[in-house]
């Protein structure tokens, strides 16, 4: 079968707090349409690590006076609440690369990792 990644690559050297990548951002979006003729099962991904491997990342890479913070972060917290925990960090060049590594590695737009959906039609 047809195989289609979408890869977007942003400079945001520039910026001084992370970069949020979802569907309803105010900061960095890629949208890209593709049409094909016959009805084919949709993945929806996301280049979003799953809950654990952010456990993990913190556990790893973030300092201790922030732990209590980030521990109470739970999967169902809010897109606001997760950037403003991020946003406490004072990044430095080997938390960004570990965190870039773990979205591009281990995130969501692992083929395995995303959820298909059937489209129907009417």
């Not at 990044?91 to 979205?103: A, C, G, M, V």
């Amino acid at each position: 079968g047809d195989s289609l990644m979408l890869e977007c690559y942003y400079n945001t050297s520039n910026r001084n707090k992370i970069t949020m990548v979802y569907i309803s951002s105010t900061d960095e979006m890629c949208v890209a349409t593709l049409l094909y003729y016959s009805r084919v099962e949709r993945a929806d991904c996301e280049s979003t690590p799953t809950f654990d491997q952010f456990k993990i990342f913190v556990e790893q890479h973030v300092p201790s006076e922030y732990r209590n913070l980030f521990g109470s972060l739970s999967a169902n917290s809010s897109q606001e609440k997760m950037e403003t925990a991020m946003n406490l960090l004072d990044w430095t060049p080997e938390q960004k690369e570990s965190y870039q590594k773990l979205i591009y590695k281990n995130g969501n737009n692992q083929p395995d990792a995303c959820h298909l959906k059937q489209e129907r039609r009417l």
